[in-house]
């Protein structure tokens, strides 16, 4: 079942992930590798999300521009 | 020798009156002939003399991220022009072509800046040159698929690294790519430390995804004889430094294993001699390896390549004048970049 993302439970906040459309958009090295689509949303958030997260701006500016 | 030839020659003062083109300044900065400036001045006659000459080979040696500093151009322009014959360079500075050819840009930045707030915001530096990561991505990406494409059509066939950067100019369509300048022009370029680049990464993703069953395979030993042979092929050898290390010595040993040494020399470089690297080594440390010829035509000048090596360009390039056409002197038969 997937997890149920919590407040900082999203990809852009996970180290697998790279910029691939600042703030919109990021690569998924993990999802990459296994040959899925490896660009997703930066607010969305995958059964493999790693419980360690990237110090970046990615889910701030997401939401800013969301506003 | 007699103090009259000692004090054979006295200094001419650098005059600036009106217009100058830039050898004219190259030209006041010889009637000085003193520091940096009589070194760039001697380091224009020398490179006029090698592609002067037709059966020398121009080498340049590119390290340091002068590609994302802006030498892209003038570098595929030259290889165009034939005023170098084979390149030599990092795989960071190709890595960066690579950027640029699949539609990526480098940024004017600073210095001066908080790298933890460039970290957040994924942008790297080099010192004050800013890249999105996004640009790395997006080459990931691609090459990845290049790598694909090139591992089905080589079938476990070693590739050199010339091979493999012709490979790479065959797939980027951007005209002003130096890889791509590279493989329209049959122009040699050697990668000696390919896997320590971006290119190395790449691998690991291409390699990873195929569960390192026909990957793409490139050996950085298999140019050792092609490069040997460039140089024992040409009555001459000639050779550009900019910074130095892993792509200096590539040329220098390719000069020494054919026992003749090379005969034309500069060397653009910040470095200093006294730790022992290969960047800052004189050019009279590199006399007594054999490595270039006691009597060589040479020069260091220890200045910015960014400022240095653009001015030797424009020098020449308004010397030889506008007709000046040179054919391109690597005598290797077997080095040809497959169609």
């Known amino acids: 079942m997937k997890k149920k993302p919590s407040k900082h439970m999203f990809c852009g906040n996970c180290t697998s992930h790279n910029a691939y459309d600042f703030p919109d958009q990021v690569f998924c090295t993990r999802r990459f590798l296994k040959n899925q689509n490896a660009i997703v949303s930066t607010l969305w958030c995958c059964e493999d999300w790693y419980p360690s997260a990237q110090e970046c701006h990615c889910i701030e500016e997401t939401l800013k521009k969301q506003k | ?339």
């Not at chain 2, 009106?18 to 224009?44: D, E, H, I, P």
């Not at chain 2, 004050?128 to 991505?137: G, H, M, N, Q, S």
Request: aromatic residues 8%; hydrophobic residues 40%; proline residues 3%.
């Open chain 2, 1 to 339: 020798m007699q103090r009259k030839e000692i004090l054979r020659e006295p200094v001419q003062h650098i005059r600036i009156k009106g217009k100058l083109t830039v050898n004219q300044l190259v030209q006041q900065f010889q009637n000085s002939g003193s520091f940096g400036a009589g070194r760039v001045a001697a380091a224009c006659d020398i490179y006029e003399r090698m592609v002067r000459e037709d059966d020398c080979t121009v080498f340049l040696a590119l390290a340091g991220a002068m590609v994302p500093a802006g030498l892209r151009q003038l570098v595929a322009d030259l290889l165009r022009e034939n005023l170098i014959d084979v390149l030599v360079t990092t795989g960071a500075n190709m890595v960066h072509d690579a950027i640029e050819a699949l539609g990526g840009h480098h940024y004017k930045g600073h210095w001066a800046v908080d790298d933890y707030m460039l970290y957040k915001n994924h942008t790297y530096r080099i010192y004050d040159v800013f890249v999105p990561e996004e640009d790395f991505i997006k080459l990931d990406m691609e090459l990845v698929k290049i790598y694909d494409q090139m591992a089905n059509e080589n079938k476990g066939k070693t590739l050199s690294s010339t091979d493999f950067a012709w490979e790479m100019g065959k797939r980027l369509k951007d005209s002003n790519s130096i890889l791509r300048a590279a493989y329209e022009t049959k122009a040699p370029i050697f990668i000696p430390a390919v896997r320590d680049s971006e290119f190395g990464y790449i691998y690991n993703l291409h390699a990873t995804r195929r569960q390192f069953k026909n990957t793409l395979v490139v050996d950085a030993f298999k140019d050792v004889p092609e490069i040997i042979s460039i140089c024992r092929g040409s009555s001459k050898n000639g050779m550009i430094v900019i910074g130095g290390g892993v792509p200096r010595n590539t040329i220098q040993s390719a000069a020494l294993a054919t026992k003749s040494g090379i005969d034309y020399a500069v060397v653009i470089t910040m470095d200093r001699a006294e730790t022992g690297g290969l960047s800052g080594s004189t050019l009279e440390e590199t006399v007594s390896w054999g490595k270039l010829k006691g009597q060589a035509d040479k020069t260091m000048v220890i200045g910015d390549a960014m400022i240095v090596f653009p001015i030797m360009v424009a020098s020449v390039k308004e010397r030889l004048g506008r007709d000046f056409r040179r054919a391109r002197s690597v005598k290797y038969e077997n080095l040809n970049p497959k169609e």
